[in-house]
């Protein structure tokens, strides 16, 4: 009795540390992703002031498999390469931020991309509810993504950089009546690209990796 016990526990501890190595193998794999796309060019294509981005790709299928932490620590990867892109002057409208507003420009690129790992792992834990979750649930958890990022990049713009030159020239460039007609008018088609590339690619990926690794 004594030993079927203690097998059983070692049993669960090694179950829980293949578990975490999975985790810790996935994050790195999803980081080093994100990190080569970025640097590749395979990741961005410029639109104008703005680059149609699929970065949000592998922060969705993390964030999806991961979990919210994971899905911001990802994000985080994310937005340290917009940043970099700001700093380096290779995105025409966070560089302009930059020179301005440093350190509100960190909190653009870096911050607005955490929560929107953040919120992409959250939502989908949420519509798992610790069930075995349907297909859909996979690309619903995957749009956020693009989404989430679009609503929280774009907000923090309109609310903070609004009534900056170089946005109200922007404004004026697109005949924008609010901000909302703005970043409608700005982001446009491309939105919708970048959400559906990530909603298709995103989901299957993350339902075919959650498949062959924890069996579901």
């Keep these: 009795m004594e030993e079927k016990r203690i097998s059983a526990t070692g049993t669960r501890r090694i179950s829980g540390m293949t578990r975490r190595t999975k985790r810790l193998t996935l994050t790195s794999m999803f980081v080093a992703i994100e990190l080569m796309m970025w640097a590749i060019g395979m990741g961005q294509v410029p639109m104008g002031v703005l680059n149609m981005s699929f970065l949000t790709v592998p922060v969705a299928v993390g964030a999806i498999l991961l979990g919210p932490a994971m899905g911001a620590v990802l994000g985080g990867t994310f937005g340290l390469t917009s940043l970099i892109d700001a700093i380096t002057g290779k ?3 966070t560089s302009t931020f930059f020179g301005q507003q440093p350190f509100l420009t960190v909190l653009l690129c870096v911050g607005t991309r955490v929560l929107m790992g953040l919120f992409t792992g959250w939502l989908f834990k949420v519509l798992r509810h610790g069930e075995k979750p349907a297909i859909w649930k996979y690309y619903v958890g995957a749009i956020a993504a693009p989404l989430s990022n679009t609503l929280f990049f774009m907000g923090y713009i309109c609310l903070v950089f609004y009534q900056t030159e170089f946005v109200q020239n ?9 901000p909302f007609m703005f970043v409608v008018l700005l982001v446009g088609v491309q ?3 970048e959400a559906a590339v990530c909603c298709a690619i995103g989901g299957s990926v993350a339902k075919g990796v959650a498949h062959a690794v924890y069996k579901e």
């Design 91 to 93: 995105s025409v409208m």
């Design 170 to 178: 922007l404004v004026a460039s697109k005949g924008a009546a609010n």
């Design 191 to 193: 939105g919708l690209i």
